[in-house]
């Protein structure tokens, strides 16, 4: 019996596995997608449209069945009753830490990943971001320059539809936009009060901005599939979007693969481990177990792309056994599994706008916020931490909680709180948590998940930078509230997240020049097998602050032009 | 003759595992093929269905089980899960319904590793209740020790403005009461706007008549996400428990077992044409619910307490002894105070 050789596989259907799937199957290879979790179907699924009383726990989810089934997940502000289905249980899927080092480890397991509700933020990171390491002597720089990144930037916002402002800062380089959302009255007024606030103290760097997010105003640039349509502003992406304006790899990357008829999606497809060839060295497949039938399963491959999102994809490399039977491939350096990063959040302050009128204005749904990228600690230092962190957040009326302070009594309260919404405006810091080695995954093979296979054990904890950190942002949104004339600041100096609950995890598997300190090259390439690539957040080398997903994809696309070159060429 | 009559019950047994093994294939097929085919309906909006047209059932060669490499051991094991309320675990099968309950009675440590020993009830049939053992394979904490939180918070700095609009779970220069407030600042900044989260005091003090707003004014926006999403975060009954400084550390735990003997193992789905293992291994995923379970908690902190002393390694025996001690003290007083 003839076995079926792939041109490539890609495990994971997410951000990166529909780009990894899009890039390749387009450039004529034969690719097989496999993905762990069920296929989707928007008119069962998604639930964008639902209001709370067409759910029967009002939106907020039956509590008993989430605190014993997703005790981790429900931790997300998405993971309610309108979108709870697309998380992991947790039980099914565990993971363990010590003692007191928490970890929340977020996931979705469906054909397009976490891009079924994720937060939608695109930002490119800077050569401030790449060569930190440079700058403060902390870790080490990545392999790659902002140059190298920018065309893939190009292609993947045409393709997914970024709107934005462009705004000319060096820190944080400006894309190739679509029509940028508008601002709320509060945040023009945090946007000139700020602005007025950073010549004052001389900051160039210091700039608001409207978030740049992956969600079509207009039909996108590179509108090849021509099925996506402009958002509506319904406000409920993490329940799925019927039209696919926001960016999802089930809406946009996979129909693009498909269509070229060169690639196969196989869902349920629990991916265990990588296969060796014993002759030379190589990887030759990847081992899975069915979820539905239980069945064990190999299929084989030239290349295989890991995309199965940061941990996910270290515990298969973890889990996979080299010709010499050690525990773990592609870890000659002995770093994989180490430098686990993640955003650092719990710094911000609220306020409120009392010179803004309070007239209800109710127009539905901008589904967006505004964004104040890094200026600490860039051309100088400036603060007694290393690196810095960004501000998201937002400013609008509230909708009934004035009521609860609002006085009086009776019919004229009543009014008051129909008629009276106050502006209110906050500002969450993003944090730029630092790499250390001791931030690490291994494999506790003591625990396994649903399918047999051996869970991640996450040890990582928050050091003294960040609480420096956390502490400075609080102070500092508290100062720009101030500038923008916000009054009754309420400033939250910590404390810090819990690790992972960014949803930003990342590292793992870092890229690097150097095999000795490095799992991948500067072209997601495992240094010890070549026909191993890492393009999700397990390659980044330091976090940034800016949100990565934006850059997972570009340096998957990056990594799948050389691939194929390589494979043309004889090289995989 | 007696041999052919051998030969023939055997052909039959082999037949009947290989029909219920295809069975069992079958049906997971089936159920497969009913979810991709979902994607070809419309969406209740009439829009035009924009995701993968098509997704493959299986591909690959079939490999026979129990060759995931890493594990050490053969042994199939199979995830459950339950909740432990005082002493008691109520577990679940993989199907979500109900399995056994677990007493727990007694803990001990055997090479390195937390045992309990423990009395399964069954909650079906006429089966006697049994002793049995388990072990600890791990655990996961959900928040940090209340200890660790409040010296972040006791950093001194001095509040820009003072506050007068304050926060109910978060008081100025104060750790929140629940860890989550604080961190989902930044993480509802990612969501849809974030807007009436923010405000707490009316912006017309004193009862008088809010301006108008001019034509034209740049206006906020509401949406039913930002209503849901701006009234307190989903308080599920963990974060309940962590506002009453509940922390234990290990909130959710991982122990091992296999049934006692004459019990039937509970199964999903029939493993491929294995034949399956009389007494397989059992992973049991505990949480320990927050409300109306101080016991439970209790019982958990002190076993974590074990776990902990367990880790920190050599010279810690007197230490260990005294933990363990207490958490035998624990679990007897549950016990006790139990209804037989």
Known sequence: MTTKVYDAIVVGSGATGGWAAKQLAEKGLDVLVLEAGPQIDPKRDYKQHYFPYHLPFRGFGNREELERKQPIQSRCYACNEYGNHFFVNDLDHPYTTPPDRPFSYIRGRQVGGRTLMWGRQSYRLSDYDLKAASRDGWGEDWPIEYKDLAPYYDIVERFIGVSGMPENLPQLPDGIFLPPMPMTCGELQLKRGVEEYAKKIGNPFLRVTIGRTAILTRKPLDDALGTRKPCHYCGRCESGCHTGSYFSSLHATLPAALRTGRATLVTDAVVSHIVLDRNTGRAKGVYYVDAVTRAHREVFGRMIFLCAGALESTRILLNSRSLDGAEGICNSSGVLGHYLMDHMMGGGARGTLPNLPTKPFFRDGRPNGIYIPRFVNLERRDRPFLRGYGFQGGSGQSLWQHAKTLPGFGADFKRRVREEHPWGISLGGFGEVLPYYENHVRLNKDVVDAFGIPVLHIDVEYKDNEKKMVVDMGETAAELLEAAGAKDITISRGPMSIPGHGIHECGTARMGNDPKKSVLNKFNQAHDIPNIFVTDGACYVSIGTQNPTLTYMAITARACDYAVEELRAGRI | ?340
């Not at chain 2, 497969?32 to 969406?43: N, Q, W, Y």
């Not at chain 2, 937390?114 to 006697?128: F, K, N, W, Y």
């Not at chain 2, 394979?137 to 939180?149: H, M, N």
């Not at chain 2, 296999?258 to 193992?265: D, I």
Request: one cysteine or more; hydrophobic letters at 35%.
């Open chain 2, 1 to 340: 003759m007696r041999r052919h009559w051998a030969m023939i019950c055997a052909a039959f047994l082999v037949a009947a595992i290989n029909v219920s093994s295809v069975e069992g294939q079958r049906r997971g097929r089936a159920a497969r093929i009913e979810r991709a085919s979902g994607t070809h309906l419309r969406s209740s909006n009439d829009y035009s269905p924009t995701g993968p047209y098509s997704s493959v059932i299986a591909v690959g060669v079939h490999r026979v089980p129990g060759a995931v490499p890493a594990s050490d051991s053969n042994a199939e094991v199979r995830a459950i899960s339950g909740s432990l309320r005082g002493n008691r675990i109520a577990v679940r099968d993989s199907q979500d319904r109900p399995f056994f309950d677990l007493r727990l009675i007694r803990a001990r440590i055997v090479q390195g590793r937390l045992e309990l020993e423990g009395e399964a009830i069954p909650v079906t049939g006429r089966r006697a209740s049994v002793r049995m053992m388990v072990d600890l394979g791990g655990t996961l904490a959900k928040y940090r020790p209340p200890e660790d939180e409040q010296v972040i918070a006791r950093t001194p700095v001095t509040p820009v403005t003072p506050a007068a609009g304050q926060n109910p779970a978060q008081p100025p220069g104060q750790a929140p009461a629940n860890p989550e407030s604080a961190s989902g600042l930044g993480q509802l900044s990612q969501a849809t706007q974030s807007t009436a989260r923010t405000a707490q005091t009316p912006t017309a003090p004193g009862g008088k008549q809010a301006p108008q707003t001019p034509p034209g004014q740049t206006p906020g926006g509401r949406t039913t996400l930002t209503e849901a999403i701006t009234a307190p975060p989903v308080q599920t009954a963990a974060v309940a428990g962590a506002r009453l400084g509940a922390t234990t550390g290990c909130e959710i735990f991982f122990l091992r077992f296999r049934l006692p003997e004459g019990w039937p193992a509970r199964t999903t789905a029939r493993r491929d044409g294995r034949r399956p293992d009389i007494r397989p291994i059992y992973q049991l995923g505990v949480m320990v619910p927050s409300r109306d379970n101080k016991r439970g908690e209790e019982i958990d902190q002190a076993m974590c307490r074990v776990v902990r002393t367990l880790q920190s390694g050599a010279g810690a025996s007197e230490r260990l002894n005294e933990e363990l001690a207490r958490l035998n003290q624990l679990l007897a007083q549950a016990s006790s105070a139990e209804p037989r």
